[in-house]
């Protein structure tokens, strides 16, 4: 486009490519020179599901890339399996498939004694994120996704210099709907406390996010969370006995989970079994919905700032609910923090197998012994 111009200096133009409003690639040239666009060495797609992708080329009947084991035609009800075999995989890979055809990637590295490691994936060039999700059912397992520092010094606001400087994975299209993101065994790993990244992972209106048996760890995040997922009706989000630690966010932020959900009906939020520890803000939960079901049980939280253990759920309505213990707020707490249930409307709602407690069943463990039961009272109720 620029060719035979005479530049005014190096770098002298700047270009941006935009998905949604987002930046997803952008960079400088120096007009008049010759540079070789990466995807003329596009992989070319193979016919099948189930691949081994081998970046060191070292392995017969290997592909290089993700975007080649994609590229081609899978039939396989089942979808796309991918293994990592390299212990360091770099490349940024968009996701586009229907329902039909589900895509796994899982790390599959070995160590000298062929024991089997994480892969660690990351972006080795300047990036928006290292995994964009448009549409499909995505899972990845036995990851570590790294950011990294570019070792040239910016020249000025838009040279990006941490990679990916956007998300690490970054589900959303203003167009396309379908969407569900399985992680599992996975560690998101920061570049510590004083280099700040953005988001790990930013999911809109995502059908189904489940987060299990993963770590979040090590970083200064310059947002308000570090895991966002907005979801509107019938949707479902798991958290399970997953880490998050020594994170801090930006002026203290939303939280490091942030759980939005905005005027839908149907949604189930689970957070189970999960530590929360040495971080300034933990879990944020928004609920707007209708016939909605939070469930917060067996977390751990220490060390986390702003007001320690406090528990808000207010200006809610439970309706015509039914459930085991209660039809409407569950809860089990151990001694300390502060409970805050107020303005909250309950009609209607019931308990299998019982009677009472069909608005709120809630349990407190290790508390003090000098507690009575007219005291107790007084203190729930207040």
């Known amino acids: 486009m620029f060719e035979k111009c005479t530049p005014s200096n190096e770098k002298d133009i700047y270009y941006e ?120 059912n995505l899972t990845l397992s036995n990851i570590e996704f790294k950011y990294y520092q570019s070792t040239t010094d910016p020249e000025d606001d838009q040279d990006e210099t941490i990679w990916p400087w956007n998300a690490i994975i970054f589900a959303y299209d203003e167009v396309l709907s379908f969407r569900i993101l399985s992680v599992d065994s996975c560690i998101f790993k920061g570049l510590g406390s004083q280099i700040p990244v953005r988001r790990m992972i930013y999911a809109y209106n995502v059908q189904k996010m489940n987060l299990t048996n993963c770590i979040f760890d090590d970083a200064y995040i310059n947002d308000s969370y570090a895991v966002y997922q907005h979801s509107q009706s019938n949707s479902e989000v798991i958290v399970d006995n997953t880490t998050f630690e020594n ?33 300034n803000r933990g879990v944020n939960i928004y609920n707007s919905g209708y016939n909605s079901s939070i469930t917060i049980n067996r977390n751990t939280f220490e060390n986390c700032g702003v007001i320690q253990n406090q528990h808000i759920i207010t200006n809610n309505k439970f309706i ?21 249930f107020s303005n909250n409307e309950f009609s209607n709602n019931s308990r299998y197998y019982g009677n009472g407690a069909n608005d709120a069943y809630l349990q407190w463990y290790d508390y003090p012994q000098d507690w009575n039961i007219d005291n107790v009272k007084y203190k729930v109720l207040k």
């Open 247 to 279: 994170i801090n966010l930006i002026n203290s932020g939303n939280g490091v989970l942030y759980i939005y959900c905005y005027e839908g009906q149907n949604s189930i939020i689970t957070v189970n079994g999960c530590t929360f520890l040495n971080i």
């Open 17 to 136: 490519f935009r998905v949604n409003s987002q930046v997803d690639i952008s960079g400088y040239i120096t007009s008049g020179d010759e540079e070789q666009d990466p995807d003329d060495d596009l992989e070319e797609g193979s016919d099948g599901c189930i691949f081994n992708v081998d970046q060191t080329q070292t392995i017969k009947g290997t592909k290089r890339t993700i975007k080649g084991a994609l590229a081609g035609n899978c039939t396989d009800s089942n979808g796309y399996l991918i293994t990592l075999l390299n212990s360091i995989h770099y490349e940024s890979v968009t996701i586009n498939k229907t329902r039909d055809f589900p895509v796994l990637i899982k790390g599959g590295a070995k160590d000298e004694e062929q024991n089997e490691i994480r892969t660690v994936w990351g972006v080795n060039t300047s990036t928006a994120r290292i995994i964009t999700l448009l549409q499909g």
């Open 320 to 340: 015509n609910n039914t459930g085991y213990y209660t039809g409407g707020i569950y809860g089990q707490f151990y001694y300390g923090g502060t409970f805050n």
